[in-house]
């Protein structure tokens, strides 16, 4: 069963860190991207960071870049989003979703529809 399970949002304090997770399941490894999004109510969709399980290239946004990191456990088919320095402006819902075509990431990539959607995870920032 194809799908995509997310975890570890929270509430937490300006400057803090948070984990962000990224379950996978049913997905071909090489053969697909993991790439997470947020979004604020009354906001569009943004496109934060993409890790390729083709060629393990990563790419971030220059708002969080230097701040978030996207790794992966393959073992564990499980991508995570670390995220350092919060600020109330990281407050979103967070979705990771799945580009099912071999392919490296890069700043068109998360332009492209993708494949698989989770649920999502609020990470709410605030003091």
């Known amino acids: 069963q194809l799908q995509l399970v997310e975890s570890g949002g929270d509430l937490v304090q300006p400057g803090e860190s948070l984990l962000l997770s990224c379950a996978t399941s049913g997905l071909t490894l090489g053969r697909y991207s993991i790439i997470w999004f947020r979004q604020v109510p009354g906001k569009e969709r943004e496109a934060v960071s993409c890790?390729?399980?083709?060629?393990?290239?990563?790419y971030s946004v220059d708002s969080v870049k230097g701040r978030f990191n996207i790794s992966t456990d393959n073992a564990k088919k499980t991508v995570y989003l670390k995220m350092n320095s919060l600020t109330p402006e990281d407050t979103a819902v967070y979705y990771c979703?799945?580009?099912?075509?071999?392919?490296?990431?890069?700043?068109?990539?998360?332009?492209?529809?993708?494949?698989?959607w989770g649920q999502g995870t609020q990470v709410t920032v605030s003091s």
């Open positions: 979703a799945a580009y099912t075509v071999q392919a490296a990431c890069n700043k068109w990539l998360l332009n492209y529809r993708m494949d698989l």
């Open positions: 890790i390729s399980t083709y060629d393990d290239s990563t």
